[in-house]
Nanobody
Framework: QVQLVESGGGLVQAGGSLRLSCAAS????????MGWYRQAPGKQRELVAV???????VYADSVKGRFTISRDNAKNTVALQMNSLKPEDTAVYYC???????????WGQGTQVTVSS
């Protein structure tokens, strides 16, 4: 079992920055990609950023140029640097780890990010 623990959420004013981190433990050698998703009240969970073991990245259009995802394969950690935060970034942010064989997704418990105007 892969266990994911997020940290770094909190309250910040618009234009500020936060750095989220996620640590994976357990049978983590089989992780193919790690990423961040977010969910605001009344909305579906959406992709924020994903990074593969090889370093390829995908970002949501709404965060391109503001957020940066990074990964340390040796430590099985992933981080999300969030700059120029906007009130619409307010959501619960979830860490994700994807296993390909067998195909499965692991999720962290979520960390709240609140951006005030």
């Amino acid at each position: 079992q892969v266990q994911l623990v997020e940290s770094g959420g909190g309250l910040v004013q618009a234009g500020g920055s936060l750095r989220l981190s996620c640590a994976a433990s357990g049978v983590s050698f089989s992780i193919n990609s790690m990423g961040w998703y977010r969910q605001a009240p009344g909305k579906q969970r959406e992709l924020v950023a994903v990074i593969t073991r090889g370093g390829s990245t995908v970002y949501a259009d709404s965060v391109k140029g503001r957020f940066t995802i990074s990964r340390d394969n040796a430590k099985n950690t992933v981080a999300l640097q969030m700059n120029s935060l906007k009130p619409e970034d307010t959501a619960v942010y979830y860490c994700n780890a994807k296993i390909l064989v067998p195909r499965y997704d692991y999720w962290g418990q979520g960390t709240q990010v609140t951006v005030s105007s």
